[in-house]
């Protein structure tokens, strides 16, 4: 099966996942916390895109903690089809982000958008 792929996919190198998790984690939570308590203090504006942005962060780092579940050592079979599932949605969300910094105008089409499908 391995045939089938280039070399550079099948001969990857393997890196803890611990020399990641902890990184993201505190950059996570540094910006979570600075985006709610500026957000509230009012210094962001338009607040309206800081609070998606914040949302968006925040899915995503859970996200990330899902996927961590799936692929779990400790799981006796991990869930790779589920995983890949989260995977994209990380992908969405990063290109949700990258569209709301080139137009943050567009911030109140995500909004609603956001409550029709909730």
């Given amino acids: ?14 890196f803890p996942h611990k020399m990641t998790d902890a990184p993201l984690t505190l950059v996570s939570d540094f910006y979570l916390e600075h985006l709610e308590r500026d957000a509230k203090a009012g210094r962001l504006e338009p607040l309206g895109f800081w609070v998606v942005g914040r949302g968006l962060l925040l899915g995503a780092r859970q996200g990330y903690a899902a996927m961590c579940l799936l692929l779990s050592e400790k799981r006796p079979k991990p869930l790779l089809l589920q995983a890949g599932i989260l995977n994209r949605s990380l992908f969405e969300t990063l290109v949700n982000i990258a569209a709301l910094i080139s137009e ?14 909730s």
């Fill in 104 to 117: 943050p105008a567009q911030t109140k089409i995500l909004q609603r958008e956001g409550f029709r499908a």
């Fill in 1 to 14: 099966m391995t045939a089938d792929f280039p070399q550079w996919k099948v001969g990857l190198p393997a």
